[in-house]
């Protein structure tokens, strides 16, 4: 998982954002390097919610952690690709370093080529015998000949470049997409998530148009997974993500937020439209019948707690996320299978 490293903060915020990393830092005397800055300014900043849990949890392991840890918490955050863009730059240096050697051989066959018409016009100059002009001639048409088969290969070769920088860039397209999909579920990922909703806020504030967060928590999970095993908890995450895209439409956008926790980002509504749609999901996947159809067994009901709330101008992305999640606590907390909005 790899953080987005897109800013667009305001001075002021920015400024804000300043002060709490370097008060971070300095609590747990952690060295203010330009990595280490990096990471405690997406924890303040509430852009990277899966990276603060997992910069807390190494904090409370040990409150000041070493320099080997935060390099390996730094690498799994923001170099995760870095093996494979090296692998890819080599390639590219090596796809590069061939056409340029071919352009060279062909820049002096073209100066060849020159020096040969040059000389074939001052022989034109001077008014040659008959046979000097008919083996000058002949050396200019087999100099052309020349010129066409190298310029046929250069162009074979270009050729090639292009299509082998294309299947390039196809792979690294496909890394890219890869790294935003859970690959449990099958939906989009935390990673994906967090860019999507700073995304969201951004346009949010641009076209001051409205759009909401929903929470949902699978009820009982633990329970559930330690009757039943693993591999039916699995299904039964795999069950609900596909609930859930089934009931989403156009830009909505369905995240596994972490565990059997999801998220879904609504663009362009308000809370009352988000309240529609998350008692239709609700009720979709508490009506639901969860059987094997290999053994007949009936695994019994399944429920979620879902909490909502609306994005507000001043919202940094954790505080809304925050929301959402006490909305959705309150939902257990009276009773579960119900849907609640702060």
Known sequence: MTCNTTYSDELNKSLEFLRLTISLLTKHQIPMSPYNYQMGYECVSGRCQSLVVDLNQLLEET?????????????????????????????IRRIITCLLKDLGYSDNQLSHYSQTLTQFISILDRQASSSNMLSETQRVIKETQLMEK??????????????????LRKELEQVKEES???????????KAFDAELESSILFSRESNKPFCLLMLDIDHFKIFNDTYGHLV??????????????????????????????????????INGALTLAEQIRDAISSGKLTDK??????????????????????????????????MYLAKERGRDRVEKL
């Open 63 to 91: 409150e000041t952690p070493s320099d080997k840890e935060l390099e390996a918490l730094h690498k799994q955050y923001f170099l995760q690709d870095e093996a494979f863009l090296e692998a890819m730059r080599q390639e």
């Open 294 to 327: 290999g053994s007949d067994t009936n695994y019994g009901k399944l429920t979620i707690s879902v909490g909502i709330t609306q994005f507000r101008a001043s919202d940094l992305s954790h505080e809304l996320i925050e929301r959402a999640d006490k909305a």
């Open 180 to 190: 935003k999909v859970d690959t449990l579920t099958g939906i989009a990922n935390r």
């Open 150 to 167: 190298s310029h046929k290969n250069l162009e074979e070769q270009m050729a090639s470049v292009i299509a082998e920088i294309d299947i």
């Open 233 to 270: 908890g699995d299904k039964v995450l795999r069950y609900v993500a596909g609930s859930l895209q089934h009931n989403i439409k156009g830009g909505d956008f369905v995240a596994r937020f972490g565990g059997e926790e999801f998220t879904i980002i609504l663009p362009t509504t308000n």
